[in-house]
């Protein structure tokens, strides 16, 4: 099933949970008012999510950050790691921002420098402010070519128009902000060919999550008018064809594995693990298993369980409790009001359990709602299967919410998050090395991605090399 789809039925199952949406739930409330040594203000914080609480990671960053900030002249910036494992980069007011995730795939200090002047190139350009400013100009052009043709579908038409214009624009920003990028990165003494390698590690990156979900590897490196980001290749070549493209400059690897040795690669804590098909919650003491063939998705807003035939489950927790039945509750609150609602025990909880009435609102074939007790919350299912074997996988789905379970103490303290190793290849085959990553598939393919390796036998021949271990 494609990215988009998933999105567009995540989006519809915002809207069939509707016991989620009157409250937040309680992974996302925690993360909200996590504070420490790296908070941020709570508004960004609400935008970005929480920073990473390493100090020491926090420092480096930040070092790595001023230096191409003042390579391009500019200051009043700050540079902070993201408490996540999503490989990504962005810039809010005068913050840039860079992942956990990102950190765990670069391979050294110039790469990071490349991400962070990507980025500060969008901040000195004000690209944000000028892309509403556009965006606003669509809105506008829109509306006065309605009213002045009397028509809400040439209105729509002036806005459609206006809409590709403004990816194409945010795609030329792209494009700039490679260049600014690259001019920052080589004047602050790093390698031209960090830019592009950075480039190429997030390529390799999206072709190896559309394996994960099932989809084929170059989905990313297919054009798109909708699109507001270049293709990686229209990007790498772009860049081929700059005079500094292969300036000479520093890498310091060395100086770069030293600062993320340990790090986490996994979900904070607060936000929970995936082990396989399994989602354990360490605070919160809770756990549940998807069925065979679904992937987990983790996000401070719930759990999402994804399957290739279009079947989607996902789970959150309120944040308040719910007095009384919570099949009265179900029955008085949700709206549309379930149909066949029935109480059940999961686990020794109490639980009700109800099937949103088909409409041509949704087009979805099958749709339940479970309700569980657990303590003094109150969790959720919302599961949805529009596929043609939809009343056989939604019965396999209720199965799987009816493993949701509370952890004993010892089994929530052993929880640990997924760390980053640096080590020695030395005396192990790169199938030995694969098979240490702690996850159920792809094994190898996920250690070459890591390390920016073609073939196994790359592996054997470096130094040192990244591993995750539990």
Not at 235 to 245: E, F, K, V, Y
Not at 256 to 271: L, T
Request: charged share 20%; glycine share 8%.
């Amino acid at each position: 099933m494609g990215i988009r789809r998933i999105l567009a039925l995540v989006a519809l199952l915002a809207s069939v949970v509707a016991c989620t949406s009157a409250e937040p739930s309680a992974s996302a409330s925690a993360a909200a008012t996590g504070r420490g040594p790296a908070a941020l203000p709570r508004g960004i914080e609400k935008l970005v999510g929480p920073a990473d609480q390493d100090v020491r990671l926090q420092a480096y960053v930040e070092q790595v950050g001023q230096r191409v900030a003042t390579a391009a002249g500019v200051g009043g910036f700050s540079f902070v790691v993201l408490d996540s494992p999503v490989a990504n980069a962005h810039a809010v007011q005068s913050y840039v921002f860079v992942t956990r995730g990102l950190l765990a795939l670069l391979e050294n200090e110039a790469e990071l420098a490349a991400a962070v002047g990507h980025e500060l190139g969008h901040l000195v350009q004000r690209h944000a402010a000028q892309r509403a400013r556009a965006r606003q100009g669509v809105l506008d052009a829109a509306i006065g070519a309605a009213a002045a043709s009397g028509s809400v579908t040439v209105g729509r038409a002036v806005a459609q128009d206006g809409l590709l214009a403004l990816r194409r624009y945010s795609r030329e920003q792209e494009l700039e902000a490679d260049r600014l990028g690259l001019g920052y990165i080589v004047k602050a003494g790093y390698r031209g060919d960090a830019m592009a390698s950075l480039i190429e590690r997030l390529r390799r990156q999206g072709s190896l999550e559309a394996q994960i979900m099932g989809e084929s590897p170059d989905v990313s490196d297919r054009p798109s008018a909708a699109s507001t980001h270049p293709v990686p290749m229209e990007r790498t070549s772009a860049i081929a064809g700059l005079p500094l493209a292969n300036a000479p400059g520093e890498t310091n690897e060395k100086g770069y594995f030293a600062a993320i040795d340990g790090m986490s690669v996994d979900d904070s804590p607060r936000e929970g693990f995936i082990r396989g098909r399994t989602f354990l919650h360490p605070t919160m003491r809770l756990a549940f298993t998807a069925p065979p063939g679904f992937r987990l998705l983790n996000d401070s807003d719930g759990v999402l369980a994804v399957n290739r035939d279009r079947s989607l489950m996902l789970f959150a927790c309120l944040s308040t409790s719910i007095a009384g039945p919570l099949d009265d509750w179900m029955r008085n609150k949700l709206k549309p009001t379930p149909t066949n609602i029935q109480t059940l025990e999961i686990n020794g909880n109490e639980a009700a359990i109800g099937a949103r009435p088909r409409g041509s609102d949704t087009g979805l074939g099958q749709a339940r709602y479970i309700v569980i007790r657990d303590g003094n919350r109150v969790c959720n299912f919302a599961l949805v299967s529009e596929g043609t074997n939809q009343d056989r996988q939604i019965d396999e789905m209720v199965r799987a919410a009816r493993t949701f379970h509370t952890l004993t103490p010892a089994e929530a303290a052993a929880l640990r998050p997924y760390r980053l190793r640096i080590v020695s290849p030395a005396g192990s085959t790169p199938a030995q090395l694969a098979a240490r990553m702690p996850y159920p598939d792809l094994k190898m393919e996920r250690l070459l991605v890591l390390n920016a390796a073609q073939t196994p036998a790359e592996l054997a021949s470096r130094a040192q090399i990244k591993i995750i271990e539990p």
